[in-house]
């Protein structure tokens, strides 16, 4: 019998939390109830720097987390970061279950990381205070909020907006006190962080898609059967599957909802 650990920094209830519960279910029910799979939402296990060190070192099985992070492991994981790369979410399926997702899960193997699937947190739209964005031109100008990292910053840069990267604690705050003007993140994101008391107008700009990697530590996945490996890879698809449905499904209902409050203000 073994006994493993899954950590990731959504909260329970979120999406990716659901698809990691699914695996968890999907593995205690193809091995017969042998293997188990403790899931820990909302950061409780730490950071992803530190989720991923524990995972390298063996302590910690299982990490889901933005595939563009895994760039600190492997400098091609930046490709995940690249703006208005996917004009759907079918596109993305196809890239990330196909031979690229799979390669650049491979590229993780030296580092101690096993890739085995990945979920989505989905496409990242645009909120502001200022103007309702209808054409690209109208980003220009903009102080909006983004990830700390030269990608984003030279996308927002391109389109003639002004960059400014801040901590995730910090957004609300810098928006209230109109320090930025905007911010930009998956429906899920916004609605659950309550952006649109302090932002007037949503633009679906789908200007961004992350992946999330599913990853396993090669030091544990070493010592396991081929009965093992093959039980924990067909989870993790089939979970990885069940996940995205989930998100997409969520995404619908969660722009009906902003928009009600979007028009409450």
């Known amino acids: 019998e073994r006994t493993f650990k899954f950590a990731l920094q959504n909260p329970k209830g979120h999406p990716l939390?659901?698809?990691?519960?699914?695996?968890?279910?999907?593995?205690?029910?193809?091995?017969?109830?042998?293997?188990?799979?403790?899931?820990?939402?909302?950061?409780?296990?730490?950071?992803?720097?530190?989720?991923?060190?524990?995972?390298?070192?063996?302590?910690?099985?299982?990490?889901?987390?933005?595939?563009?992070?895994?760039?600190?492991?492997?400098?091609?994981?930046?490709?995940?970061?690249?703006?208005?790369?996917?004009?759907?979410?079918?596109?993305?399926d196809a890239v990330v279950d196909g031979p690229f997702g799979q390669k650049m899960h491979a590229r993780l193997l030296d580092k101690g990381i096993v890739g085995l699937a990945y979920t989505e947190l989905g496409f990242r739209q645009m909120t502001n205070s200022k103007k309702a964005i209808n054409a690209v031109d109208d980003i220009a100008g903009l102080k909006l909020r983004v990830i700390p990292n030269a990608i984003n910053i030279d996308w927002v840069k391109a389109l003639g907006a002004n960059p400014t990267p801040l901590a995730f604690p910090e957004v609300y705050a810098a928006l209230e006190q109109k320090a930025i003007d905007g911010q930009e993140n998956p429906l899920s994101v916004i609605l659950a962080n309550k952006f649109a008391e302090v932002q007037k107008y949503l633009a679906l700009t789908n200007h961004q898609y992350n992946p999330q990697s599913v990853i396993f530590s090669k030091k544990v996945w070493d010592t396991l059967s081929p009965a093992e490996k093959k039980i924990l890879e067909e989870s993790a698809l089939e979970a990885a599957k069940f996940q995205r449905q989930v998100n997409r499904d969520a995404a619908a209902g969660q722009f009906q909802l902003v928009h009600q409050v979007l028009a409450l203000e």
């Open 17 to 92: 939390e659901q698809g990691a519960t699914k695996f968890a279910e999907l593995v205690a029910a193809k091995s017969g109830g042998k293997i188990k799979v403790n899931v820990f939402p909302g950061g409780t296990l730490g950071g992803d720097a530190a989720s991923v060190s524990a995972l390298q070192g063996g302590t910690i099985e299982f990490v889901m987390l933005n595939s563009g992070i895994l760039a600190s492991q492997v400098k091609d994981f930046e490709v995940f970061d690249f703006p208005f790369m996917f004009a759907s979410a079918k596109e993305a």
